[in-house]
Protein backbone atom coordinates (compact mmCIF):
# COMPACT_ATOMS: atom_id res chain seq x y z
CA UNK A 1 0.00 0.00 0.00
CA UNK A 2 3.00 2.34 0.89
CA UNK A 3 4.44 1.87 -2.61
CA UNK A 4 0.86 2.27 -3.96
CA UNK A 5 1.07 5.84 -2.35
CA UNK A 6 4.98 6.70 -3.39
CA UNK A 7 4.15 6.09 -6.91
CA UNK A 8 0.81 8.52 -6.68
CA UNK A 9 2.66 11.27 -5.13
CA UNK A 10 5.39 10.49 -7.24
CA UNK A 11 3.09 10.99 -10.64
CA UNK A 12 1.28 14.30 -8.94
CA UNK A 13 4.60 15.74 -7.77
CA UNK A 14 4.81 18.31 -10.12
CA UNK A 15 0.74 19.45 -9.61
CA UNK A 16 0.97 19.39 -5.99
CA UNK A 17 4.14 22.37 -6.35
CA UNK A 18 2.65 24.35 -8.96
CA UNK A 19 -0.37 24.52 -6.88
CA UNK A 20 1.32 25.66 -4.02
CA UNK A 21 4.14 28.01 -6.05
CA UNK A 22 2.14 29.31 -8.87
CA UNK A 23 0.30 33.00 -8.00
CA UNK A 24 -3.34 33.30 -8.30
CA UNK A 25 -3.26 34.70 -12.05
CA UNK A 26 -3.47 30.80 -12.86
CA UNK A 27 -6.74 30.30 -10.95
CA UNK A 28 -7.83 28.45 -13.61
CA UNK A 29 -5.33 26.03 -13.91
CA UNK A 30 -5.20 25.07 -10.58
CA UNK A 31 -9.08 24.77 -10.47
CA UNK A 32 -8.16 21.98 -13.16
CA UNK A 33 -5.56 20.88 -10.66
CA UNK A 34 -8.55 20.10 -8.53
CA UNK A 35 -10.72 18.54 -10.23
CA UNK A 36 -7.78 16.07 -11.27
CA UNK A 37 -6.67 15.85 -7.80
CA UNK A 38 -10.51 14.23 -6.88
CA UNK A 39 -10.37 12.06 -9.78
CA UNK A 40 -6.53 10.60 -8.41
CA UNK A 41 -7.96 10.23 -4.30
CA UNK A 42 -10.70 8.37 -5.62
CA UNK A 43 -8.54 6.09 -7.26
CA UNK A 44 -6.26 6.06 -3.95
CA UNK A 45 -9.25 5.46 -1.51
CA UNK A 46 -10.65 2.52 -3.91
CA UNK A 47 -7.29 0.79 -3.80
CA UNK A 48 -6.80 1.45 0.36
CA UNK A 49 -10.48 -0.16 0.82
CA UNK A 50 -9.15 -2.75 -1.71
CA UNK A 51 -6.32 -3.62 0.37
CA UNK A 52 -8.19 -3.30 3.75
CA UNK A 53 -11.04 -5.61 3.33
CA UNK A 54 -10.70 -8.19 0.37
CA UNK A 55 -11.42 -11.63 1.34
CA UNK A 56 -11.31 -14.63 -1.64
CA UNK A 57 -13.91 -17.62 -0.72
CA UNK A 58 -13.74 -20.68 -2.86
CA UNK A 59 -17.50 -22.59 -3.54
CA UNK A 60 -16.45 -25.65 -4.38
CA UNK A 61 -19.86 -27.38 -4.95
CA UNK A 62 -21.35 -24.49 -6.85
CA UNK A 63 -18.05 -23.99 -8.58
CA UNK A 64 -17.91 -20.22 -7.97
CA UNK A 65 -14.94 -17.88 -6.75
CA UNK A 66 -16.24 -14.97 -4.55
CA UNK A 67 -14.16 -11.49 -4.06
CA UNK A 68 -15.58 -9.51 -0.73
CA UNK A 69 -14.40 -6.01 -0.36
CA UNK A 70 -15.47 -2.55 0.47
CA UNK A 71 -16.22 -1.04 -3.47
CA UNK A 72 -15.18 -4.04 -5.48
CA UNK A 73 -16.94 -7.44 -4.39
CA UNK A 74 -17.00 -9.88 -7.47
CA UNK A 75 -18.76 -13.51 -7.65
CA UNK A 76 -17.04 -15.39 -10.50
CA UNK A 77 -18.86 -18.92 -12.12
CA UNK A 78 -15.70 -20.77 -12.73
CA UNK A 79 -16.87 -21.93 -16.04
CA UNK A 80 -16.08 -18.79 -17.28
CA UNK A 81 -12.47 -18.39 -16.38
CA UNK A 82 -10.29 -18.13 -19.66
CA UNK A 83 -6.89 -18.23 -17.41
CA UNK A 84 -4.86 -18.46 -14.37
CA UNK A 85 -1.50 -17.80 -13.54
CA UNK A 86 1.40 -17.58 -11.01
CA UNK A 87 3.57 -14.62 -10.61
CA UNK A 88 6.42 -14.31 -8.16
CA UNK A 89 5.40 -10.90 -6.96
CA UNK A 90 3.24 -8.14 -7.70
CA UNK A 91 3.70 -6.09 -11.25
CA UNK A 92 3.18 -2.51 -9.68
CA UNK A 93 3.83 -0.64 -12.56
CA UNK A 94 1.26 -3.30 -14.79
CA UNK A 95 -1.18 -2.31 -11.62
CA UNK A 96 -0.73 1.05 -10.52
CA UNK A 97 -4.07 2.70 -12.52
CA UNK A 98 -2.49 5.47 -13.38
CA UNK A 99 0.26 3.73 -15.14
CA UNK A 100 -1.79 1.66 -17.01
CA UNK A 101 -3.74 1.53 -20.41
CA UNK A 102 -6.07 -0.28 -22.44
CA UNK A 103 -6.40 -2.50 -19.31
CA UNK A 104 -9.68 -3.66 -17.07
CA UNK A 105 -8.14 -5.37 -14.19
CA UNK A 106 -8.91 -5.40 -10.33
CA UNK A 107 -5.72 -5.08 -8.11
CA UNK A 108 -6.77 -7.29 -4.78
CA UNK A 109 -2.76 -7.53 -4.01
CA UNK A 110 -2.20 -7.14 -0.08
CA UNK A 111 1.83 -8.53 -0.50
CA UNK A 112 4.71 -8.50 -2.23
CA UNK A 113 4.31 -12.30 -2.32
CA UNK A 114 3.25 -14.58 -4.96
CA UNK A 115 -0.02 -13.21 -6.71
CA UNK A 116 -2.58 -15.24 -8.50
CA UNK A 117 -3.67 -13.68 -12.10
CA UNK A 118 -7.30 -14.92 -13.22
CA UNK A 119 -8.67 -13.54 -16.28
CA UNK A 120 -12.47 -13.16 -16.42
CA UNK A 121 -14.49 -12.29 -19.91
CA UNK A 122 -13.74 -8.14 -19.40
CA UNK A 123 -11.74 -8.62 -16.12
CA UNK A 124 -8.95 -9.70 -14.88
CA UNK A 125 -7.89 -9.34 -11.03
CA UNK A 126 -5.30 -10.04 -9.41
CA UNK A 127 -5.27 -11.59 -5.36
CA UNK A 128 -1.54 -12.42 -3.35
CA UNK A 129 -3.32 -15.11 -0.77
CA UNK A 130 -1.30 -17.30 1.17
CA UNK A 131 -0.35 -20.69 -0.79
CA UNK A 132 -1.32 -18.84 -4.65
CA UNK A 133 0.04 -22.30 -6.03
CA UNK A 134 -2.01 -24.59 -4.07
CA UNK A 135 -4.66 -22.21 -5.96
CA UNK A 136 -3.92 -21.81 -8.63
CA UNK A 137 -3.31 -26.12 -9.16
CA UNK A 138 -7.44 -25.75 -8.18
CA UNK A 139 -8.25 -23.22 -9.97
CA UNK A 140 -5.98 -24.12 -13.53
CA UNK A 141 -8.39 -26.92 -14.46
CA UNK A 142 -11.31 -24.85 -15.02
CA UNK A 143 -9.44 -22.30 -17.27
CA UNK A 144 -10.55 -22.70 -20.85
CA UNK A 145 -6.95 -21.33 -22.39
CA UNK A 146 -3.75 -22.14 -21.27
CA UNK A 147 -1.30 -19.51 -19.59
CA UNK A 148 1.68 -20.81 -22.09
CA UNK A 149 3.67 -21.45 -18.82
CA UNK A 150 3.37 -24.83 -18.28
CA UNK A 151 1.95 -23.95 -14.21
CA UNK A 152 5.80 -22.40 -14.21
CA UNK A 153 5.91 -19.72 -11.79
CA UNK A 154 6.13 -15.99 -13.66
CA UNK A 155 9.03 -14.25 -12.94
CA UNK A 156 8.56 -10.17 -11.57
CA UNK A 157 11.63 -8.18 -11.32
CA UNK A 158 12.11 -6.05 -8.32
CA UNK A 159 11.34 -2.07 -8.66
CA UNK A 160 15.30 -1.56 -8.42
CA UNK A 161 16.15 -4.05 -10.99
CA UNK A 162 17.69 -1.69 -13.99
CA UNK A 163 15.17 -2.72 -16.36
CA UNK A 164 12.41 -2.28 -14.01
CA UNK A 165 13.51 1.65 -13.64
CA UNK A 166 13.59 1.97 -17.74
CA UNK A 167 10.01 0.77 -16.76
CA UNK A 168 9.04 3.11 -14.34
CA UNK A 169 11.00 6.56 -16.53
CA UNK A 170 8.54 5.75 -19.65
CA UNK A 171 5.11 4.89 -17.36
CA UNK A 172 5.97 7.55 -15.29
CA UNK A 173 6.48 9.82 -18.15
CA UNK A 174 3.57 8.73 -19.51
CA UNK A 175 0.99 9.45 -16.26
CA UNK A 176 2.67 12.50 -15.47
CA UNK A 177 1.72 13.72 -19.18
CA UNK A 178 -0.94 11.84 -20.82
CA UNK A 179 -3.41 10.50 -17.85
CA UNK A 180 -2.14 13.94 -15.51
CA UNK A 181 -0.93 17.29 -16.18
CA UNK A 182 1.86 16.87 -13.28
CA UNK A 183 4.61 17.15 -16.07
CA UNK A 184 3.59 20.24 -17.55
CA UNK A 185 2.75 22.21 -14.43
CA UNK A 186 5.61 20.79 -12.44
CA UNK A 187 7.78 22.48 -15.27
CA UNK A 188 5.90 25.89 -15.20
CA UNK A 189 6.22 25.96 -11.13
CA UNK A 190 9.83 25.66 -11.89
CA UNK A 191 10.09 28.34 -14.51
CA UNK A 192 7.99 30.45 -12.37
CA UNK A 193 10.57 29.82 -9.17
CA UNK A 194 13.02 30.88 -11.61
CA UNK A 195 10.88 33.96 -12.41
CA UNK A 196 11.46 33.09 -15.95
CA UNK A 197 9.90 35.20 -18.41
CA UNK A 198 6.68 34.88 -20.24
CA UNK A 199 8.65 34.07 -23.70
CA UNK A 200 10.90 31.53 -21.94
CA UNK A 201 7.72 29.98 -20.72
CA UNK A 202 5.73 29.52 -23.49
CA UNK A 203 8.77 28.58 -25.43
CA UNK A 204 9.25 25.86 -22.64
CA UNK A 205 5.95 24.61 -23.01
CA UNK A 206 6.20 24.32 -26.69
CA UNK A 207 9.41 22.29 -27.09
CA UNK A 208 7.84 19.59 -24.36
CA UNK A 209 5.14 19.81 -26.61
CA UNK A 210 6.86 18.50 -29.80
CA UNK A 211 9.49 15.65 -27.32
CA UNK A 212 5.91 14.21 -26.59
CA UNK A 213 5.27 14.17 -30.29
CA UNK A 214 8.35 12.96 -31.45
CA UNK A 215 8.38 9.88 -28.07
CA UNK A 216 4.59 9.46 -28.41
CA UNK A 217 5.02 5.54 -29.73
CA UNK A 218 7.51 4.84 -27.13
CA UNK A 219 5.61 6.23 -24.08
CA UNK A 220 2.25 4.14 -25.36
CA UNK A 221 4.14 1.01 -25.38
CA UNK A 222 5.89 1.15 -22.33
CA UNK A 223 2.28 1.98 -20.69
CA UNK A 224 0.58 -1.30 -22.16
CA UNK A 225 3.62 -3.29 -21.76
CA UNK A 226 3.25 -4.17 -25.79
CA UNK A 227 4.89 -7.14 -26.90
CA UNK A 228 5.61 -7.25 -30.75
CA UNK A 229 4.42 -9.55 -32.66
CA UNK A 230 6.42 -10.68 -35.33
CA UNK A 231 5.15 -13.85 -37.23
CA UNK A 232 1.99 -16.01 -37.43
CA UNK A 233 -1.12 -15.25 -39.78
CA UNK A 234 -1.96 -11.71 -38.16
CA UNK A 235 1.32 -10.65 -38.61
CA UNK A 236 1.09 -11.89 -42.03
CA UNK A 237 -2.43 -10.66 -42.87
CA UNK A 238 -1.14 -7.29 -41.51
CA UNK A 239 2.21 -6.51 -43.38
CA UNK A 240 -0.63 -6.84 -46.90
CA UNK A 241 -2.40 -4.06 -45.61
CA UNK A 242 0.63 -2.02 -44.52
CA UNK A 243 1.56 -2.77 -47.94
CA UNK A 244 -1.75 -1.79 -49.82
CA UNK A 245 -1.89 1.39 -47.10
CA UNK A 246 1.52 2.56 -47.78
CA UNK A 247 2.92 1.78 -44.38
CA UNK A 248 5.13 -0.78 -44.76
CA UNK A 249 7.80 -0.47 -41.96
CA UNK A 250 4.60 -0.24 -39.31
CA UNK A 251 5.28 -2.42 -36.06
CA UNK A 252 2.53 -4.41 -34.20
CA UNK A 253 1.72 -5.06 -31.27
CA UNK A 254 -0.25 -7.75 -28.84
CA UNK A 255 -1.36 -6.15 -25.46
CA UNK A 256 -2.37 -8.62 -22.85
CA UNK A 257 -5.70 -7.29 -22.21
CA UNK A 258 -9.08 -8.63 -21.86
CA UNK A 259 -10.36 -5.95 -23.51
CA UNK A 260 -11.46 -5.58 -26.81
CA UNK A 261 -9.49 -2.67 -28.67
CA UNK A 262 -6.81 -1.55 -30.83
CA UNK A 263 -5.09 1.52 -31.35
CA UNK A 264 -2.66 3.67 -33.71
CA UNK A 265 0.43 5.76 -32.43
CA UNK A 266 2.89 7.78 -33.90
CA UNK A 267 3.02 11.21 -34.66
CA UNK A 268 4.87 10.34 -38.36
CA UNK A 269 4.60 7.14 -40.67
CA UNK A 270 7.87 6.32 -40.07
CA UNK A 271 7.27 5.51 -36.27
CA UNK A 272 4.11 4.37 -36.55
CA UNK A 273 2.35 1.59 -34.55
CA UNK A 274 -0.78 -0.76 -34.42
CA UNK A 275 -1.26 -1.89 -30.64
CA UNK A 276 -4.24 -5.17 -30.78
CA UNK A 277 -5.18 -6.39 -27.37
CA UNK A 278 -5.22 -10.05 -27.04
CA UNK A 279 -8.89 -10.33 -26.40
CA UNK A 280 -9.09 -8.82 -29.67
CA UNK A 281 -6.44 -11.16 -31.56
CA UNK A 282 -9.01 -13.65 -30.35
CA UNK A 283 -11.45 -12.53 -32.92
CA UNK A 284 -12.11 -14.42 -36.34
CA UNK A 285 -9.34 -13.19 -38.75
CA UNK A 286 -11.03 -11.08 -41.05
CA UNK A 287 -12.95 -8.88 -38.35
CA UNK A 288 -8.85 -8.95 -36.71
CA UNK A 289 -8.22 -8.33 -40.38
CA UNK A 290 -10.64 -4.94 -40.58
CA UNK A 291 -9.33 -3.81 -37.57
CA UNK A 292 -5.84 -3.50 -38.19
CA UNK A 293 -6.96 -1.66 -41.50
CA UNK A 294 -8.79 1.01 -39.96
CA UNK A 295 -5.75 1.44 -37.15
CA UNK A 296 -3.81 1.10 -40.64
CA UNK A 297 -5.71 3.95 -42.16
CA UNK A 298 -5.22 6.42 -38.88
CA UNK A 299 -1.51 5.92 -39.43
CA UNK A 300 -1.54 6.89 -42.90
CA UNK A 301 -3.63 10.05 -43.01
CA UNK A 302 -1.20 10.83 -39.85
CA UNK A 303 -4.64 11.35 -37.28
CA UNK A 304 -2.71 11.11 -34.04
CA UNK A 305 -1.29 13.81 -35.18
CA UNK A 306 -4.18 15.65 -36.33
CA UNK A 307 -5.65 15.17 -33.16
CA UNK A 308 -2.82 16.34 -31.25
CA UNK A 309 -2.89 19.76 -33.40
CA UNK A 310 -6.38 20.21 -32.60
CA UNK A 311 -5.81 19.92 -28.75
CA UNK A 312 -2.84 22.28 -29.41
CA UNK A 313 -4.76 24.79 -31.33
CA UNK A 314 -7.61 24.97 -28.91
CA UNK A 315 -5.08 25.19 -25.85
CA UNK A 316 -3.33 28.21 -27.67
CA UNK A 317 -6.46 29.62 -28.65
CA UNK A 318 -7.12 29.72 -24.49
CA UNK A 319 -3.51 30.90 -23.42
CA UNK A 320 -3.96 33.74 -25.80
CA UNK A 321 -7.44 34.82 -24.89
CA UNK A 322 -5.95 35.61 -21.22
CA UNK A 323 -3.07 37.04 -22.19
CA UNK A 324 -4.67 39.77 -24.61
CA UNK A 325 -7.72 39.65 -21.70
CA UNK A 326 -5.76 39.41 -18.36
CA UNK A 327 -6.67 42.24 -16.55
CA UNK A 328 -10.47 41.40 -17.76
CA UNK A 329 -10.12 38.23 -16.60
CA UNK A 330 -8.82 38.85 -13.42
CA UNK A 331 -11.24 41.39 -12.06
CA UNK A 332 -13.68 38.67 -13.11
CA UNK A 333 -11.85 36.38 -10.76
CA UNK A 334 -11.65 39.00 -8.22
CA UNK A 335 -15.28 40.37 -8.24
CA UNK A 336 -17.55 37.77 -9.33
CA UNK A 337 -16.21 34.23 -8.91
CA UNK A 338 -19.39 32.46 -9.63
CA UNK A 339 -19.35 34.38 -13.39
CA UNK A 340 -15.27 33.40 -13.23
CA UNK A 341 -16.05 29.62 -12.34
CA UNK A 342 -18.98 29.43 -14.49
CA UNK A 343 -16.83 30.60 -18.02
CA UNK A 344 -13.95 28.18 -16.92
CA UNK A 345 -17.13 25.53 -16.54
CA UNK A 346 -18.31 25.96 -20.24
CA UNK A 347 -15.06 26.08 -21.68
CA UNK A 348 -14.17 22.55 -20.04
CA UNK A 349 -17.62 21.78 -21.71
CA UNK A 350 -16.79 22.79 -25.24
CA UNK A 351 -12.96 21.38 -25.15
CA UNK A 352 -14.21 17.87 -25.10
CA UNK A 353 -17.00 18.58 -27.48
CA UNK A 354 -14.60 20.49 -29.95
CA UNK A 355 -11.90 17.24 -29.75
CA UNK A 356 -14.91 14.92 -30.34
CA UNK A 357 -15.83 16.52 -33.64
CA UNK A 358 -12.39 16.14 -34.89
CA UNK A 359 -11.64 12.97 -33.48
CA UNK A 360 -15.32 11.67 -35.26
CA UNK A 361 -13.93 13.12 -38.38
CA UNK A 362 -11.04 10.94 -38.52
CA UNK A 363 -12.82 7.71 -37.54
CA UNK A 364 -15.38 7.76 -39.88
CA UNK A 365 -12.59 8.33 -43.02
CA UNK A 366 -10.53 5.99 -41.04
CA UNK A 367 -13.36 2.98 -41.44
CA UNK A 368 -14.02 3.77 -45.33
CA UNK A 369 -10.51 4.49 -45.87
CA UNK A 370 -9.65 1.09 -44.62
CA UNK A 371 -12.13 -0.98 -45.95
CA UNK A 372 -10.72 0.01 -49.21
CA UNK A 373 -7.73 -1.99 -48.15
CA UNK A 374 -9.74 -5.03 -47.50
CA UNK A 375 -10.92 -7.50 -50.10
CA UNK A 376 -14.76 -7.76 -48.59
CA UNK A 377 -14.79 -3.76 -48.44
CA UNK A 378 -17.09 -2.26 -46.94
CA UNK A 379 -18.60 -4.57 -45.60
CA UNK A 380 -15.99 -6.75 -44.37
CA UNK A 381 -14.83 -3.44 -41.84
CA UNK A 382 -19.04 -3.47 -40.71
CA UNK A 383 -18.91 -7.65 -40.35
CA UNK A 384 -15.35 -6.64 -38.53
CA UNK A 385 -16.78 -4.09 -36.23
CA UNK A 386 -19.95 -5.92 -35.51
CA UNK A 387 -18.23 -8.76 -34.06
CA UNK A 388 -16.05 -6.33 -32.00
CA UNK A 389 -19.25 -4.63 -30.64
CA UNK A 390 -21.03 -8.29 -30.13
CA UNK A 391 -18.09 -9.01 -28.40
CA UNK A 392 -17.65 -6.43 -26.24
CA UNK A 393 -21.58 -6.46 -25.14
CA UNK A 394 -21.23 -10.47 -24.05
CA UNK A 395 -18.46 -9.69 -21.94
CA UNK A 396 -20.14 -6.24 -20.39
CA UNK A 397 -22.75 -8.80 -19.56
CA UNK A 398 -21.24 -11.59 -18.11
CA UNK A 399 -18.86 -8.27 -16.29
CA UNK A 400 -21.66 -6.69 -14.84
CA UNK A 401 -23.18 -10.30 -14.41
CA UNK A 402 -20.29 -10.80 -11.52
CA UNK A 403 -20.50 -7.43 -9.55
CA UNK A 404 -22.50 -8.19 -5.98
CA UNK A 405 -24.95 -5.95 -4.59
CA UNK A 406 -26.26 -6.10 -1.37
CA UNK A 407 -24.26 -9.36 -1.01
CA UNK A 408 -25.35 -11.24 -4.42
CA UNK A 409 -24.37 -11.61 -7.49
CA UNK A 410 -26.22 -9.16 -10.10
CA UNK A 411 -27.97 -11.66 -12.04
CA UNK A 412 -29.67 -8.98 -14.65
CA UNK A 413 -27.70 -7.30 -17.74
CA UNK A 414 -26.74 -3.85 -17.76
CA UNK A 415 -29.89 -1.51 -18.69
CA UNK A 416 -28.18 0.33 -21.44
CA UNK A 417 -28.97 -0.74 -24.82
CA UNK A 418 -26.62 -2.95 -27.11
CA UNK A 419 -24.17 -1.10 -29.03
CA UNK A 420 -25.76 -2.43 -32.06
CA UNK A 421 -28.65 -0.78 -31.06
CA UNK A 422 -29.66 2.75 -31.35
CA UNK A 423 -30.15 3.87 -27.85
CA UNK A 424 -31.95 7.01 -26.33
CA UNK A 425 -31.79 10.13 -27.80
CA UNK A 426 -30.03 11.73 -24.70
CA UNK A 427 -27.01 8.94 -25.18
CA UNK A 428 -27.33 9.47 -28.24
CA UNK A 429 -26.36 13.04 -27.96
CA UNK A 430 -23.71 12.01 -25.37
CA UNK A 431 -22.02 9.73 -27.78
CA UNK A 432 -22.39 12.49 -30.58
CA UNK A 433 -21.20 15.17 -29.36
CA UNK A 434 -18.75 14.09 -26.65
CA UNK A 435 -17.39 10.39 -27.81
CA UNK A 436 -14.35 9.99 -29.72
CA UNK A 437 -16.17 7.66 -31.55
CA UNK A 438 -19.60 7.65 -33.45
CA UNK A 439 -21.93 4.97 -31.89
CA UNK A 440 -20.75 1.40 -33.75
CA UNK A 441 -24.60 1.41 -34.72
CA UNK A 442 -24.34 3.96 -37.29
CA UNK A 443 -20.71 3.19 -38.34
CA UNK A 444 -21.92 -0.20 -39.35
CA UNK A 445 -25.06 1.04 -41.06
CA UNK A 446 -23.36 3.34 -42.86
CA UNK A 447 -20.64 1.35 -44.18
CA UNK A 448 -23.63 -1.36 -44.58
CA UNK A 449 -24.59 1.29 -47.22
CA UNK A 450 -21.70 0.50 -49.47
CA UNK A 451 -20.71 3.83 -49.95
CA UNK A 452 -17.64 5.49 -49.81
CA UNK A 453 -15.60 8.42 -47.50
CA UNK A 454 -17.42 11.74 -49.20
CA UNK A 455 -20.55 10.33 -48.90
CA UNK A 456 -20.63 9.06 -45.64
CA UNK A 457 -18.66 12.49 -44.49
CA UNK A 458 -22.17 14.31 -45.73
CA UNK A 459 -23.97 11.51 -43.58
CA UNK A 460 -22.29 12.21 -40.30
CA UNK A 461 -22.23 15.93 -40.31
CA UNK A 462 -26.35 15.49 -40.67
CA UNK A 463 -26.60 12.86 -38.12
CA UNK A 464 -24.08 14.40 -35.39
CA UNK A 465 -26.68 16.95 -35.06
CA UNK A 466 -30.10 14.76 -35.89
CA UNK A 467 -29.48 12.03 -33.84
CA UNK A 468 -28.67 14.33 -31.07
CA UNK A 469 -32.09 15.21 -31.30
CA UNK A 470 -35.21 13.65 -29.53
CA UNK A 471 -36.96 11.18 -31.25
Known amino acids: MAADVALTGLVSLGAVLFFGLAPETYAALKVFIVFMMISVSIQTIERAANFYSARLYWLPEEEHLVVLSRFQPRDFPLRELKEASVWSSPDLLRLHPLFTFMSSHQDYTRSF ?27 APFASASDGTGGKEKKVLPLWHPAVLKRLFWKGYYASTVKGVSAYTGLLAILLWLKAPAWAVGLFVLLWWVLNFYVSDRVLIAATDAEPITEGEIFERAQTIFRKAGIPH ?20 GRGAIMLTTATLQLPSPSVEAILAHEAAHIRKRD ?11 IGLLAGMAYLFFDQLKWLAENFKIAMFLLIYVFMLVFPMYLSFIAQWTEVRADFTGATWLSGGTMQM ?29 KS ?30 RIGSLARNGNWREARKRWLKDRFKESLPG
Do not use: C
Request: proline residues 4%; charged residues 20%; aromatic residues 12%.
Open 113 to 139: GQVLKLSFPGETIYLSPDHAVHWHRLL
Open 250 to 269: TRLFSVDSPDYNGFATGMNI
Open 304 to 314: VLTNQLARFLF
Open 382 to 410: AQGLTDLAAAQDRDLEKSMAHRMTDGRSS
Open 413 to 442: RASSASSLERDSWLWRFLEFQFMAHPPLYW
